[in-house]
């Protein structure tokens, strides 16, 4: 059956429109490059079996040169440079991100990078770092803000903040403007609902700093996570 002959929903570009990106396969990403199959085979199938020869890996698809993808059946030179370019595209991108964004191995990566935002308040905020696998930082955000001592914490945004950005890992901040860098009885229960909310969606607990002026505590360097 041609993608034509599919129903509208379920067409690679029309389900794109419909549903965003994310909601295609691998395959249909790569029908959409390719345009068209073979007479017996839908530029879907064609792609299932180009991904199917390197183990649906698309590090090992990224090696494939222009004549290699040329041995199958349907793909002809333009084709093959549709492939091997948005494939490259891809490299570039991840290969800037990793150049440019921050990276967070330690608490004092997390410190530096929200020192900032969080010394010499008079009064109490909440931020979140959005982290990839890697530990890249994908963006930091402010999700809270209280009085002199204590500040509120909505988990439901710092979780819809993580999953707009596709973050898979999360490190949580606040500061203490008296100075004090124990954590009290509510910062530790915080903690550990964060951590537990995180399980349900696969996103993991980091870290969790309390940040003053004269330093910080992490939950994670004193083993509290």
Request: aromatic share 6%.
């Amino acid at each position: 059956m041609k993608i034509t002959d599919w129903a509208e929903t379920e067409r690679p570009r029309e389900k794109l429109l419909e549903r965003g990106i994310n909601a295609l396969t691998n395959a249909e990403l790569i029908a959409i490059l390719i345009g068209s199959g073979t007479v017996s085979m839908s530029a879907v199938d064609l792609s299932r079996e180009i991904l199917s020869s390197v183990n649906n890996d698309l590090y090992k698809l990224s090696a494939l040169s222009i004549k290699d993808l040329q041995k199958f059946k349907g793909i002809g030179e333009a084709k093959a440079i549709s492939i091997v370019s948005a494939l490259e595209l891809g490299r570039r991108r991840k290969e800037k991100e990793a150049t440019e964004k921050p990276r967070i191995l330690c608490s004092k990566d997390a410190y530096e990078i929200l020192k900032p935002d969080l010394t010499f308040l008079p009064y109490e905020e909440f931020w979140v770092i959005l982290m990839n696998r890697a530990n890249y930082v994908l963006k930091k955000v402010k999700i809270g803000q209280g009085g002199i001592s204590e500040t509120t914490a909505d988990l439901r945004l710092a979780f819809k903040a993580a999953i707009d950005n596709l973050a898979t890992t999360i490190l949580i901040a606040h500061n203490h403007p008296s100075g004090n860098l124990n954590p009290s009885n509510s910062d530790k229960e915080l903690t550990r609902r964060f951590k537990e909310s995180g399980k349900m969606l696969e996103i993991t607990l980091a870290d969790h700093l309390i940040i003053t002026d004269r330093g910080y505590f992490s939950f994670a360097d004193e083993g509290l996570i």
